[in-house]
C-alpha cells in the first residue's frame, strides 16, 4: 500500500479481541512516534506503555464513557509532556499520537485516539490526574492523549477519495 492508501485506511477502531500485541509491532508503533516531528526538534513527549490486564481496566474509567475499549485492549500508550520544554508540546504530541495511530493500523491492528488533555475521569478527576496518579507519573508531565491497540475484531471500511470534503481546500485567498 502507498501512503495515501494507508490513511484512506485508517480507522478508528474500539472493538479488540483482548489478546497482547506482538512486540515487534509495538517496537515499530513506537518508534513511529519516536520518529515525529516536533518544533525546534524538542521533542517534548514521554511514551508510557501499558500492557497488564488489570492496568488497562482501571484505565478505561480514565474518561467518562469514551475510553471503554481499554477493557479489551492489547495496549495503551498514554503521551504526556513537559510544558516547560516547549510551548507547541499539543502540535508536537500530536504528531507523534498521529503517526503511531497510522503505524499500528498499517501494521493491521486496530487503534483509537482517546482524548486526555481537558476531560475527566468517571470519579470526577481530570483524566490527566487519574492516569498520572495510576501510573507514577511525576508533577511536571501533563497529559496529551492515549492510543488504544488491540487485535481487530473487524476492521472498518477504509475511507474514498470521492467522500473527502474538497470545499474545505481554498487556493490562493478563502
Ligand atoms: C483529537 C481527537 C480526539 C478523539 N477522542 C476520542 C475519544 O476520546 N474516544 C474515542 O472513542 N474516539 C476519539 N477520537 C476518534 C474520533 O472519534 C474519530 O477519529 C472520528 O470519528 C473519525 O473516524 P475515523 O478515525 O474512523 O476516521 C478522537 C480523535 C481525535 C483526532
Given at each position: ?5 494507508i ?20 517496537d ?8 515525529s516531528?516536533?518544533g ?30 481499554l477493557?479489551?485492549a ?7 509532556a ?18 503511531m495511530?497510522?503505524m ?25 490526574a ?40 481554498h487556493?490562493?485567498?478563502?
Amino acid at each position: 500500500m502507498n501512503l495515501l492508501q494507508i490513511m484512506q485506511n485508517r480507522r478508528s477502531v474500539r472493538n479488540y479481541t483482548g489478546e497482547k500485541i506482538p512486540k515487534e509491532k509495538l517496537d515499530k508503533i513506537l518508534q513511529a512516534g519516536l520518529l515525529s516531528a516536533s518544533g525546534r526538534n524538542k521533542k517534548p513527549w514521554e511514551f508510557v506503555v501499558v500492557q497488564e490486564k488489570e492496568t488497562l481496566e482501571k484505565l478505561s474509567h480514565c474518561r467518562v464513557g469514551a475510553a471503554k475499549m481499554l477493557k479489551n485492549a492489547g495496549c495503551a500508550i498514554l503521551v504526556f509532556a513537559n510544558p516547560d520544554k516547549t510551548d507547541v508540546w499539543v502540535e508536537d504530541c500530536s504528531i507523534a499520537m498521529s503517526n503511531m495511530h497510522l503505524m499500528a493500523d498499517s501494521l493491521g491492528l486496530g487503534s483509537c485516539w482517546i482524548q486526555g488533555r481537558l476531560r475527566e475521569a468517571e470519579n470526577g478527576e481530570s483524566t490527566e490526574a487519574y492516569c498520572r496518579t495510576l501510573l507514577s507519573v511525576p508533577n511536571e508531565y501533563v497529559l496529551e492523549a492515549i492510543l488504544s491497540i488491540g487485535i481487530l475484531e473487524e476492521h472498518p471500511k477504509a475511507h474514498t477519495l470521492e467522500e473527502l470534503e474538497r470545499g474545505k481546500i481554498h487556493y490562493e485567498a478563502y
